[in-house]
């Protein structure tokens, strides 16, 4: 499987992005998916997941800013950001959540300007 994360950019504080992840391979609508994120200096983590069936979590301070969606028929998993903040700069992946992660594209640089 190989994933290609888009959509990311240099927008200001308070701003909003709305990346996209298309992944190949048919095996994607099986699996839980997420968005991890890798700031400068600090280890990647998870911003948020969507199960196969569409249910929804995530980090705290995405909670409420945004949002995570899947398209199993295009096999796509998208991440709307709202209300962007300079902390959310980093380099945005996706991968399945899980033990065995597929490896890792390139990612979407997202830099937040104050």
């Known amino acids: 499987v190989q994933l290609q994360a888009s959509g990311g950019g240099l927008v200001q504080d308070g701003g909003s992005l709305r990346l996209s992840c298309t992944a190949s391979g048919r095996i994607f609508s099986i699996n839980a998916m997420g968005w991890y994120r890798q700031a400068p200096g600090k280890q990647r983590e998870l911003v948020a997941l969507i199960s196969s069936g569409g249910s929804t979590t995530y980090e705290d301070s995405a909670k409420g800013r945004f949002t995570i969606s899947r398209d199993n028929a295009k096999n796509t998993v998208d991440l709307l950001m709202n209300s962007l903040k300079p902390e959310d700069t980093a380099v945005y992946y996706c991968?399945?959540?899980?033990?065995?992660?597929?490896?890792w594209g390139r990612g979407t640089q997202v830099t937040v300007s104050s």
């Open positions: 991968n399945r959540v899980s033990v065995n992660q597929y490896p």
